[in-house]
Structures are given as structure tokens and as C-alpha cells.
């Protein structure tokens, strides 16, 4: 009989549990799965007006003719270059940024200074591309900064050597803090008798970072490496999109914009659910290769 009423309460906690994920798995459901029915405009001459199961069906022709475009390959290696900056720079500064900050004395300093940096996390693109845009400009700050050294202007976002400079930094400025928060758990988990036996043995504060600190973050270093490495080919559609023009599309032009401008503007919906359907199955290639090799190098593994 207690068996049975362990079992029994076992069976009532579980069902809390997935009643707990219910309203979640529906969104889920709703909005990611049923979409995926789309990817067959890929292999469509999709008319809008006969529908989506009314379409002439044309296998890979869709993919061949993205290929075939002149601007397709420059597109892929923008989205890259800025993927991969964006990767590894919030990787770098976030680990920096939370070592510098867990050597500082004070909680009210450390409190005051993690929340200044995490604002521009909870802000849209579309209000900081104002903000970016003023700095920016020819007659912004930066600008009126590089003048005191009779540096001339430079107009940033109008200019294809310094665009993706622009775009990593500033996603860099926004997110760095926000992104500090795993790293700073983690190193709320290192022994502090680790420090003290490094200090007794006569090591100083570098010194007890760079053979403590630093290996001690590097399994959370690789692991959310390898977690955002499935995103490499979103270069961040919310950004360039409210930063570019036409002007810097030779080093701006992403995936993204390119599959909005292809989709949506030109109205070529058949193209533009190609290259997002061949953008999917490249990120998903790269998240499971990302995830075995966490696993050998770490142990830890996302599945």
C-alpha cells in the first residue's frame, strides 16, 4: 500500500509538472511547428493565390537558382564575418567583463555598476539604432571626438570598411552585460580555498586568474560556445535591418535582410523560403557538430 501511494503521489507531481508545460508546449506548437508546413514554398513555384498545396511543385529548382545569384555568396560570407565576430567578441568581453567585476570590493558598487550595464539589453533595436545612428553620424560624438586629434569624419554607417566594425560593436555594448550572468555564477561556484591555498603558496591576484579563474570558467566557456554556435547564421535581422542601407550592402547585406528583401518586398516567396530553409539545415549541421565536440573537449554536452 505505501508503494502504491508513493506511485501514486509520484504520478499526481509529474502531471503537475507537464500541466506546468502545457500552455508553453501550445505556443511552441502554434507558432514553431505548424509554420514548418511553409518550407514547402522551397520546393514551389509558390502563387499566392492558388495556395500553398495548389503551387506547381519544382523540387530543387529553387535552390539553384539562389545559388546562381551573383550576390548570394557575398550575402553568405557578410552573414558569417558578422556571426562569427559577434560569436566569439561576446564570448571574450562577457568572460572579461565578470572576472573584472568579481575582483571589485563593495556589493552596492558591484549591484549599481551590473544593472547600468544590463539596460541596453531590454531595449529594442529600433530605439537603440536612433541611438547608434546619432553617435555615429557626421556630426556625432564619435566623430566630434576623432576631430580633437584632426581625425576626420567618417560617416560609419555609410561606409562598407567600417559597417561591420559598427554592427559587432555595438551588439557587443548591448548584450555584454546581460551575457556576463552565467560566467558570474559560475565563478560564485569556484572554492574559495583554491584562492587561498594559490595566496599562501605565493601567488598573486593575476597569477590565481589565469591557473584558477580562467580554467575554472572554461567548461561554461565551450558549452556556451557551443550553444550559440547554432545560431552562427543569425547575424541579427533586428539590427542590420534598422542600421543598413544600400549603400554598405556589399558588407552588410545578411541572410535575413536578403531573405526580406527576396520574400517580402520583391514578393519571390519561393526564393526567400530556399534560403531560409538552407540557412535552418547549415545551422543545424553546425549545432550538433558543436555539441560533440563540447563533449569531447569538456564532457559537457547540450543532448
Excluded: C
Amino acid at each position: 500500500m505505501a508503494k502504491s501511494g508513493i506511485r501514486n503521489g509520484d504520478k499526481k507531481e509529474r502531471l503537475t509538472f507537464h500541466l506546468m508545460l502545457l500552455p508553453g508546449m501550445i505556443i511552441l506548437f502554434i507558432f514553431v511547428f505548424i509554420p514548418l508546413v511553409g518550407s514547402l514554398m522551397a520546393f514551389q513555384d509558390y502563387v499566392p493565390a492558388k495556395g500553398l498545396f495548389g503551387s506547381e511543385w519544382v523540387g530543387l529548382e529553387n535552390f539553384k537558382i539562389i545559388f546562381s545569384f551573383p550576390d548570394s555568396v557575398q550575402v553568405f560570407w557578410n552573414t558569417l564575418i558578422i556571426a562569427l565576430g559577434k560569436l566569439v567578441m561576446n564570448i571574450i568581453v562577457p568572460v572579461l567583463f565578470s572576472i573584472l567585476l568579481n575582483e571589485l570590493g563593495g556589493k552596492f558598487f558591484k549591484r549599481t555598476f551590473q544593472t547600468i550595464v544590463y539596460l541596453p539589453h531590454f531595449l529594442s533595436w529600433v530605439v537603440l539604432a536612433t541611438v547608434v545612428t546619432n553617435m555615429f553620424s557626421l556630426e556625432g560624438p564619435i566623430n566630434a571626438f576623432l576631430g580633437f586629434f584632426g581625425i576626420d569624419a567618417v560617416q560609419f554607417l555609410a561606409d562598407n570598411q567600417w559597417f561591420r566594425t559598427v554592427i559587432i560593436g555595438t551588439d557587443v555594448w548591448k548584450e555584454f552585460g546581460y551575457n556576463s550572468v552565467i560566467y558570474l555564477a559560475a565563478l560564485l561556484a569556484i572554492d574559495p580555498g583554491l584562492y587561498e591555498a594559490a595566496s599562501i603558496d605565493g601567488a598573486n591576484r593575476f597569477k590565481q586568474i589565469i591557473n584558477i579563474t580562467i580554467p575554472a570558467l572554461l567548461p561554461t566557456v565551450v558549452l556556451m560556445t557551443a550553444l550559440n554556435l547554432g545560431n552562427i547564421l543569425n547575424a541579427g535581422f533586428d539590427q542590420v535591418f534598422n542600421l543598413y542601407n544600400p549603400i554598405v550592402y556589399e558588407t552588410g547585406d545578411i541572410i535575413d535582410t536578403y531573405v526580406y528583401r527576396i520574400g517580402m518586398v520583391e514578393g519571390q516567396y519561393s526564393i526567400g523560403a530556399a534560403v531560409g530553409l538552407f540557412k535552418s539545415v547549415i545551422s543545424f549541421i553546425l549545432i550538433l557538430s558543436a555539441n560533440k565536440i563540447a563533449k569531447k573537449t569538456t564532457g559537457s554536452s547540450i543532448f
